[in-house]
């Protein structure tokens, strides 16, 4: 197998970064569930040494990853949140962001609770309103940090001219794209300098592995969080590489998949009585649905609807049968969760207003079961 400088999307998902293997042929990357390597002498080797500096699973993972994001190499961590932080690291006390104010709560904690103590400062701003970004920059901001689409109010931020406002300023955009996917949008392409995901999610796609990536464009970034990966030594392991690389094969089909039950889904519940309001990209009245058409291919798998009131949420959630009431998103069943009780739960409840999140909002996380299974599961859920 060899690829073709032109391969397409779905194709790169399928085989990039990946060959035969060198001693059995066989075409499915193998597990090196290996800590060390034999080495023939002193100083000779064939490039690995040690299992957390090199591993041929990751390895091919983060080929695999940097190719569908259209990055110039990538990185695999332990986590989302490692990930996230470790594009941190290349920060200096004293250097400031700009980040989206309606980022996941776990971001938020990180930022305020861990890396503030270390003289990082943060303003936050709702980056989908272009025009609030530039007089948030300082002369010491070095990131603009975005997440498009937000959770849960999937608000939409334009990546492009986001993109040319942070680097008329010198500074460079991080996108977190858990949410979208690269199926979906690719942030490099659009502008951004960084891109990161929770792999946990859409990437993965199967809810059976936690793990992160940080994918790059510029080479000074390159050099420094592939010393950061080993000094540092978050990696991701052998068998959740293996597991994420599955899941990438498969990712063109699960999106396509989710798109189409979420974009139907999303209009049900927008015409049930029972609900107040329903957030989703792909609705007409969605403040950022033309962005959303040209940024995006497909809205996603994410919607947010509001039954009302905390109690209200509560009888629902507890009716759904189909559908697992989890924390996550991404994987090929639908979750539903309540943002304010658990996802945002570390946001403070003013912030939480302020924000937009409801006591009765719950959020779906759109699988790839058959969609009528999924409207009857709502229709019963709210009778
Ligand atoms: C948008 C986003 N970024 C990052 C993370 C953190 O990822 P992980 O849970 O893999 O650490 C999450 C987790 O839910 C997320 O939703």
Redesign the pocket.
């Known amino acids: 197998m060899k690829l073709n400088e032109t391969a397409r999307f779905s194709t790169l998902c399928i085989h990039a970064g990946q060959v035969p293997d060198p001693s059995t042929g066989a075409i499915i990357t193998p597990i090196y569930q290996t800590s060390t390597y034999v080495q023939e002498g002193l100083g000779q080797h064939k490039g690995f040494e040690y299992g957390r500096t090199q591993n041929p699973t990751r390895m091919a993972l983060e080929a695999n990853i940097a190719a569908i994001e259209s990055g110039v190499a990538a990185f695999a961590f332990a986590?989302?949140?490692?990930?996230?932080d470790a594009i941190l690291t290349r920060l200096e006390s004293g250097d400031h962001l700009v980040v989206s104010d309606n980022?996941?709560g776990?971001?938020f904690r990180l930022f305020e609770r861990v890396r503030r103590k270390f003289g990082l400062d943060f303003t936050y701003v709702d980056t989908s309103r272009i025009d609030d970004i530039e007089p948030a920059i300082t002369s010491k901001t070095k990131y603009l940090f975005i997440?498009t689409p937000t959770?849960p109010m999937l608000r939409i931020t334009d990546l492009a001219a986001a993109s040319d406002i942070a680097h008329r300023r010198g500074v460079r955009v991080v996108v977190?794209n858990?949410?979208a996917s690269p199926y979906i949008q690719r942030p490099l392409e659009l502008g951004a300098d960084i891109v990161?995901?929770?792999?946990?999610?859409f990437l993965n796609g199967h809810s059976d592995s936690?793990?992160?990536v940080v994918v790059l464009k510029h080479q000074d970034d390159v050099d420094w969080i592939k010393f950061v990966q080993n000094a540092a030594g978050a990696i991701l392991g052998p068998m959740d590489s293996w597991l994420v690389l599955r899941g990438t094969k498969t990712l063109t089909v699960r999106m396509e998949r989710t798109n189409a039950n979420a974009l139907v889904l999303a209009d049900h519940l927008a015409k049930h009585p029972r609900v107040n309001s329903v957030i989703y990209p792909g609705l007409k009245d969605h403040p950022h649905h033309a962005l959303a058409k040209k940024q995006m291919r497909g809205f996603g798998g994410l919607i947010t609807f509001d039954v009302g009131s905390l109690d209200a949420a509560r009888n629902v959630l507890a009716r759904f049968k189909l559908m697992s009431l989890a924390?996550?998103?991404g994987g090929v069943e639908t979750l539903i969760s309540h943002p304010a009780v658990m996802?945002h739960a570390s946001v403070p409840a003013d912030r939480r207003g302020a924000i937009g999140i409801t006591d009765g909002m719950i959020r779906i996380s759109v699988g790839i079961e058959d969609i009528d299974d999924l409207k009857e599961d709502v229709d019963q859920a709210l009778a």
């Open positions: 986590s989302g949140m490692a990930a996230i980022t996941y776990g971001t997440e959770n977190d858990t949410f990161t995901h929770s792999t946990t999610k936690v793990g992160g924390e996550s998103l996802t």
